[in-house]
């Protein structure tokens, strides 16, 4: 079933020049960038992409993260989606992912972590919506 998710290459992995890294990574899955954005996001914006976790005691430290330099934002579609961009990943905490994962390759810590993936059907279509106008979205 062909789906579409939300990645965000984030700042740590932007710094460190790992965004073609991990877009051949998804090219390679089956997973084809239909939406792409390099931006740096404001602090604000990230308080608005992540308020589900406003509660959390990360939050502060996690929008000062993804608003202190510049990350690439994605749209992502092929067959389960979703799912299969969630396996690339690896597990948040990079010491914890499985090798061969983009956060094992690319991640520095559990905060430090190079990507972003939504985690379900629901949080896909908000975190789409929130980045990208259905009109921008190509395929």
Do not use: W
Request: proline share 4%; with cysteine; charged share 25%.
């Amino acid at each position: 079933m062909s789906e579409r998710t939300l990645a965000i290459v984030k700042p740590d992995a932007v710094k460190k020049n790992a965004i073609g890294d991990i877009i051949n990574r998804y090219e390679k899955a089956g997973l084809r960038p239909v939406a792409m954005r390099l931006m740096h996001m404001s602090k604000a914006t990230a308080q608005g992409f992540y308020a589900v976790h406003k509660a959390r005691p990360f939050f502060d430290s996690l929008c000062t993260f993804m608003s202190s330099g510049p990350c690439v934002v994605l749209v992502l579609q092929g067959d389960n989606a979703i799912k299969k961009n969630r396996e690339l990943m690896g597990a948040t905490d990079p010491a914890k992912a499985e090798q061969g994962t983009i956060r094992a390759a690319h991640g520095a810590n559990i905060e430090f972590n190079a990507v972003h993936g939504s985690d379900a059907p629901e949080t896909a279509k908000f975190e789409i919506g929130y980045f990208f106008a259905e009109m921008e979205l190509v395929g």
